[in-house]
């Protein structure tokens, strides 16, 4: 018997209480139960996002939050930058392209960030730009980008700043309302410690005044319409109300740890992870790692799909591949959100039999070893 793991930076596992909750009968969604559990759930988010401004709930992926950003804010051929650091970079590009947004792309190498310099030149070369998209947590190679910086540039201008946070919230410090950010988006199956089927968007007065102007382009995602349910609280459309009552479980298990716990906890996972690859002779692929996840670059002679499949297989741990072009690259360990040192360190040690199968020279434990030190040193 082999327990099946799941490592896949999203979807994450999920808390025992929220699943019981996800077990219970189907009921009604417009009752005053059900706008309590909204409250507490929309109450909840503006802790994780660490904002005072309403975080809507979207019945969606995460990219339907993200959809949602650009169709609400821009109109045909106004310009904003993109800065893309990897795949969900390239997802904010496929939507701007398919709203007719003039697009100014400043693009990293994979695994690379990008300096806020960069975007200062931009800015400068391009006063006209009406927002800035970006991405906290690059998924696609462990990249964290320095939202922060971003922020003081942006507010400085009239743009606003769009960040895709879908796999750092609630995993990494991100702090919507002093980094200035005017939309931020996630969804529930990443830090949120939920399946995947919810997105959460909250926007800025500067973005709510933007959104005065009509530019929105959608229907099912106008942003206004949200807004205007509030009061109930409620929702325009049938919420996906399984989800939310059981994202109330999880949103309660992080607001009891507390944000700037949570951001710590993961903060060491990020820290022993990386020791631990690098004392197994292994290299990490991101140039400014986050602490949601870890990517490790599959070293020379290696074949990176077949120590996927044997993690699987052998020892029931589901990594990720990299995506595209990167696929057989890189491996990507998720350690974000229900997840603790004694979850890793067991995949650590399944890498390291694993590895060592496949012929890779390295000494038995010394991952398990530098993993255990950085813990130790915490307590
Ligand atoms: C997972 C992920 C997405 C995609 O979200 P969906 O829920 O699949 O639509 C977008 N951006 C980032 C950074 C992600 O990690």
């Known amino acids: ?50 904002t005072k401004n309403p975080v809507l709930v979207l019945t969606a992926s995460g990219t339907g939050g993200m959809e949602a950003c650009v169709s609400n804010t821009i109109a045909p051929g106004q310009k904003a930058i993109l800065l893309c650091a990897g795949r969900w970079g390239e997802r904010w590009r496929g939507i701007l392209k398919a709203f007719g947004t003039n697009l100014i792309s400043i693009d990293a190498e994979y695994g690379k960030a990008i300096p806020p310099e960069q975007l200062e030149k931009a800015l400068k070369e391009h006063p006209d730009t009406v927002a800035v998209f970006t991405t906290l947590n690059e998924t696609s190679t462990g990249v964290a980008l320095d939202i922060e910086s971003y922020g003081k540039l942006v507010a400085a201008t009239p743009a606003l700043l769009a960040v895709d946070a879908i796999s750092g919230l609630g995993a990494m410090e991100c702090r919507t ?132 499949s044997k993690m ?31 979850d890793v360190i067991g995949a650590i040690s399944a890498l390291e039999l694993v590895l060592t199968d496949s012929g890779f020279p390295l000494t038995s434990g010394a991952g398990v070893a530098a993993f255990q030190k950085v813990i130790a040193g915490k307590q």
Request: overall charge positive; proline content about 7%.
């Open 1 to 50: 018997m082999i327990k099946q793991r799941l490592f896949t930076p999203g979807p994450t596992p999920v808390p025992e209480e929220t699943l019981l909750e996800l077990a219970r009968p189907v009921t009604y969604h417009r009752t005053a139960e059900q706008r309590q559990i909204l409250t507490e759930v929309m109450e909840n988010l503006q802790y994780v996002f660490q």
């Open 177 to 308: 309302d002093d980094w200035k950010i005017d939309l931020c988006v996630t969804g529930s199956q990443k830090a949120l410690m939920m399946p995947p089927g919810l997105a959460f968007v909250t926007a800025s007065e500067k973005a709510w005044q933007r959104m005065e102007t009509p530019a929105n382009r959608s229907f099912y995602f106008d942003l206004k319409r949200y807004k205007a349910k509030l009061n109930e609280p409620d929702t325009p459309f049938t919420p996906a109300n399984t989800l939310i009552k059981a994202q109330r479980i999880s949103l309660a298990k992080i607001k009891a740890e507390g944000i700037e716990k949570v951001w710590a906890r993961h903060l060491l996972l990020g820290k022993a992870t990386r020791a631990a690859i690098q004392a197994m002779g292994l290299s990490l692929f991101a140039e400014r790692p986050s602490n949601a996840l870890t990517v490790i670059t599959v070293p020379a002679g290696i074949d990176g799909n077949a120590v996927l």
């Open 312 to 342: 699987e297989k052998n020892y029931g741990y589901k990594l990720a591949n990299g995506q595209d072009n990167l696929k057989g690259k890189i491996w990507r360990l998720s350690h974000m959100g229900w997840c603790d040192p004694f």
